[in-house]
Each structure stands twice: as C-alpha cells, then as structure tokens.
C-alpha cells in the first residue's frame, strides 16, 4: 500500500467512526462551530440562475442541503466524501431534497464531467488530503471556466499555527498539513487556477479563494 492509500484508508476509517457520534456530546462544539464558520464561507458566495455546486469532504452533509435551501429550489448540490458512514447520513437526511446528491469519493478522483460545477468548496478538510496537487487538479478540471473554489481552514501563516500543526499530527495521524496563505498561493497557481483573494473568519482560520482561467476543457 503506497502512502497516498494509507492516507486515504485511515480518514476513511476515522470518519466511519465519528459519523455515529458526530452530534453527540463528545463533538457537539466542533460540529457547532463548524457550521457557523461555514455560514461565513456561504456569505461570500453568489450562486447565480442555476448554479451546480461541490462540497469536498461534506460529511453529513450540512453545508450541501444549506447550499440547496439559499438557492431557493434553483441548480443542483453534491457533496463527495471518502466516508460511506458519512455519505449514509448525508443520504438520509435529504429525502426532502430533489436536487441534492451525494457519492463517495476520494477528492484526488472526483466522479464528474470536465467543466461541471460553478462552486466548490472545501471547509475544515483541506488538511487531511495527502496529495493536494491532485485535489485541486481534479478541481481545475471539473470547474466550468470563471467557476470559484472556496478553501476553509485553518492558515499556518503565525508561529502558534504552526506550532498547532505539529501536534495535531502527533496525535492524529489522518492529518497531513496546515497550509500558509502562500502555500495556497503556490498550490493555486501549479493547478491553474488564478489565486483570487483570502477573508478571515476568525483568528487563523481563513478561505482562500481561486478561479478557473481559460477555455472549457472539452
């Protein structure tokens, strides 16, 4: 088994696990935090008429029913995740959803049409990928051109970021790397996409924002 796959299989195994307990009392903080971090990403949004949208690594699938119910009926919603515990519950809870859709999926192989999607974003699991040139590849690829990328994390541009990161590698070994605003720059620009801008969230957590440049792909 190469390094890429050891990745791959202990977050899938890791989200198998926290998928039964993600709302019980052991995360009900983080789950909570993470949907008011994600309401920020989804303020610097615009969907546009029928907008098709991408959620990496969704989870349960909140922020892609969220997506659904501010676009007003309009466009259709995916959310991939290498978790089928995950994908389950996402799957569960959107019976009441006609265009919602979820698959499981590894980010660095993304089941979809070249020039497909208007929006993706990721929030809170940039880090957990082994191979980012790949992910974002995958994203350049499935972008129809002007289409955005929105990447929520945590940014290691100060020493306790850093510093955070080293420990958290320590203690979970799914988790590769925090990135600074000038390494999503530089990743940015190797997958093509133009490095638009980063907002604050709150303290070192940022969303680093690109687009696809150029002609469709097909």
Known sequence: MGKADEYAKL???LWD???ESWFDRRFSFQSRYLRWMQKKLFSLL???R???FLDLGCGTGWAVHYAASLAGGRGEFYGVDISSKMIEKAEAGSTSYRNVHFRKANAEELPFDNDFFDLVICSNSFHHYFSPDKVLGEVYRVLKPNGRIYVLDMT???LMTRMF???VKKKEPAH????STIEY???FERARLRYVTSKSVLLSTKVHIAEKVGAPIN
């Not at 590769?176 to 990135?179: A, D, G, T």
């Open 50 to 52: 029928n907008p098709r």
């Open 156 to 158: 290691a541009d100060g």
């Open 46 to 48: 615009e969907f546009g």
């Open 165 to 167: 990161d080293r420990l």
């Open 185 to 187: 720059q530089t990743l």
């Open 17 to 19: 696990l926290r998928a």
């Open 176 to 179: 590769v790397k925090l990135y």
């Open 11 to 13: 977050n899938e195994e």
